[in-house]
């Protein structure tokens, strides 16, 4: 008789235990759920963050090109207009003094428009160094973004290696838990016998 009662208390807790444990692997959640999903947020927005800080480093390198090409396209305007006082000059070496001077006149139009493409071409380059200090300012912050997700998913890495471990000691327990109603059950009857 001792030995019914045991076996039946034996018998009713690992009932309750594998009730328990059925009840948590029903609910489909554990602990760390929560901050799973936390992590899985910020993961997210910084995604978000990520795309659109492409996005401005896309549009920084468009405006890098347009201003490089207009800087090129002034420095080639430059040349020609220094290439055409070469030649004017030559000319004034071989003409007349009324030639000389008609033509002295124009070289000093054509130095006027040379100071103006010099400063056109150092504003052009001052825009250009602008974009570029942007460009690189975006990239450093792309990258500082690109760490932090790194760093994010491998938390989430881990907490998801932690959810399988416990998941595992779970299905461990339960089974346990039947192999000893079982065991438990198998007693009882050989009592009954």
């Known amino acids: 008789m001792k030995y019914k009662k045991t076996i039946i208390t034996i018998t009713a807790a690992a009932a309750i235990s594998f009730g328990a444990g059925a009840a948590l692997a029903d609910s489909g959640s554990w602990i760390g759920t929560p901050n799973l999903a936390h992590t899985r947020s910020i993961i997210d927005q910084l995604g978000d963050k990520l795309t659109t ?3 401005t480093i896309s549009t920084l390198s468009q405006q890098s090109t347009t201003y490089q090409s207009q800087l090129t396209d002034a420095k080639s305007n430059l040349m020609s207009l220094q290439n055409q006082v ?6 004034a070496t071989n003409d007349n003094a009324a030639f000389q001077t008609q033509l002295q006149q124009k070289i000093d139009e054509i130095n006027q428009k040379i100071a103006e493409g010099n400063q056109k071409v150092a504003d052009k380059q001052k825009e ?3 974009v570029q200090s942007q460009l690189t300012a975006a990239n450093s912050k792309a990258s500082d973004l690109q760490q932090q997700l790194n760093s994010l998913q491998q938390k989430s890495n881990d907490s998801e290696n932690k959810n399988s471990d416990l998941q595992k000691q779970l299905d461990n327990a339960l089974q346990d838990a039947k192999n000893t109603e079982t065991h438990a059950q198998d007693v009882l009857n050989q009592q009954q016998k």
């Open 53 to 55: 800080q492409s996005a």
């Open 86 to 91: 070469a030649s004017l000059q030559t000319q």
């Open 128 to 130: 250009l160094d602008g």
